[in-house]
């Protein structure tokens, strides 16, 4: 088994800032990549950023220039950054990892439990 554990959610005022870290830890084999996706209530789940094991990363328009995500690889942990931060910006976010599996077909996915980040003055 693999595991996610989030943490650094919270209630922040517009115009804050917070951290985000996930570590992953169990069965990891080969990751592919590390990211982060955000659900509110009633609304579909869309990624936020993410990195591959090289370095490149992608993200949503609404956070670009705003976030910033990062890995460490010897932790196993993504980290996302979020400055300038808004009441759209609330949701629960999850933590998402990529990887191959020996023997398996595809690249397997893991959620995290979700952490709450709540914009709101």
């Known amino acids: 088994q693999l595991q996610l554990v989030e943490s650094g959610g919270g209630l922040v005022q517009p115009g804050g800032s917070l951290r985000l870290s996930c570590a992953a830890s169990?069965?990891?084999?080969?990751?592919?990549?590390m990211g982060w996706y955000r659900q509110a209530p009633g609304k579909q789940r869309e990624l936020v950023a993410d990195?591959?094991?090289?370095?490149?990363?992608n993200y949503v328009d609404s956070v670009e220039g705003r976030c910033t995500i990062s890995r460490d690889n010897a932790k196993n942990t993504v980290y996302l950054q979020m400055n300038s931060l808004k009441p759209e910006d609330t949701a629960v976010y999850y933590c998402?990892?990529?990887?191959?599996?020996?023997?398996?077909?595809?690249?397997?996915?893991?959620w995290g439990q979700g952490t709450q980040v709540t914009v709101s003055s």
């Open positions: 998402n990892l990529r990887q191959v599996v020996p023997g398996n077909r595809y690249e397997s996915t893991y």
């Open positions: 990195i591959t094991s090289g370095g490149t990363t």
């Open positions: 169990g069965r990891i084999f080969s990751i592919r990549t």
